[in-house]
T-cell receptor
């Protein structure tokens, strides 16, 4: 499976600021996904990021709050804008590497705390 | 009705026993089914995928799928303390969807 890295691994931010999370994959992949996992909860999909097109956002998530870039087939960023304490969560990127039908593989995650 | 349901547990089993984890789903056209393991503070790790009715075995893990009854289960034989984790069930809808819906997970505790 693809090897995925994320930066930063964790951060503590002030209310009203923005944080950009990077996701790097060791191979070219078509499908990349961004999830949020709040404490004790399951995974919630924020958006799907395909190279060369606008990200597709799930209900409840908007581009102004979570802008996403996908400049090439190995890299994506998610920005959490104008943060509030409710944005404190773990943010995960995942990929479908195309070798196994619909299987997704996750990066290590970014633990975000907003004060 | 939630799309993917799991008992949150915790499910506690003694070392060496069989742990049985269950998941039900609501969308009858679902086609792909996955089990992920998530250790505390870590990201989910794919351990099994299953696409056809019946059993699929991989080492100590067996996934079972029954589309008519809309459930998928994971059996862990000879459970070890290192199996203690949260197990997430994920289900892809049909119609070419590549996006899984995750259950909330079942916490498994294997005690020595």
């Amino acid at each position: 499976s693809a090897v995925i890295s994320q930066k930063p691994s964790r951060d503590i931010c002030q209310r009203g600021t923005s944080l950009t999370i990077q996701c790097q994959v060791d191979s070219q992949v078509t499908m990349m996904f961004w999830y949020r996992q709040q404490p004790g909860q399951s995974l919630t999909l924020i958006a799907t990021a395909n190279q060369g097109s606008e990200a597709t956002y799930e209900s409840g998530f908007v581009i102004d709050k979570f802008p996403i870039s996908r400049p090439n087939l190995t890299f994506s960023t998610l920005t959490v804008s104008n943060m509030s304490p409710e944005d404190s969560s773990i943010y995960l990127c995942s990929v479908e590497d195309g070798r196994s039908y619909n299987e997704q593989f996750f990066g290590p995650g970014t633990r975000l705390t907003v004060l | 009705q939630k799309e993917v349901e799991q008992n949150s547990g915790p499910l506690s089993v003694p070392e060496g026993a069989i742990a049985s984890l269950n998941c039900t789903y609501s969308d009858r056209v679902s086609q792909s089914f996955f089990w992920y393991r998530q250790y505390s503070g870590k990201s989910p790790e794919l351990i099994m995928s299953i696409y056809s009715n019946g059993d699929k075995e991989d080492g100590r893990f067996t996934a079972q799928l029954n589309k008519a009854s809309q459930y998928v289960s994971l059996l862990i034989r000879d459970s070890q303390p290192s199996d203690s984790a949260t197990y997430l069930c994920a289900v892809n809808k049909g119609g070419g969807s590549y996006i899984p819906t995750f259950g909330r997970g079942t916490s498994l505790i294997v005690h020595p």
